[in-house]
């Protein structure tokens, strides 16, 4: 299976921006895999705006392309994620 990012943090630099769907809503959002930060759009991200994940009780899934490209990152540069 592809998993997808949206580039580095810019707050610890140290991790990727994995896209996730959530299970309930479907909604799509990015979750930083150092630092824990939560982005529910690209916006938050120039906010500075975002959530700590890990108060977040939702389940997630891997989102997948056909999850990104509906939505609100669909016009935001993505990568796949390299093993």
Request: proline share 6%; net charge negative; charged share 20%.
């Amino acid at each position: 299976m592809t998993t997808y990012h949206a580039g580095n943090c810019p707050a610890c630099r140290n991790g990727r921006l994995f896209l996730f769907r959530k299970t309930d809503t479907g909604d799509v959002y990015g979750h930083y895999e150092e630092c824990e930060q939560g982005f529910r759009s690209p916006d938050e991200i120039d906010a500075k705006s975002g959530f700590l994940t890990l108060l977040n009780p939702s389940d997630a899934q891997w989102a997948t392309a056909a999850d990104i490209g509906r939505s609100v990152w669909a016009n935001y540069e993505i990568f796949p994620a390299q093993p």
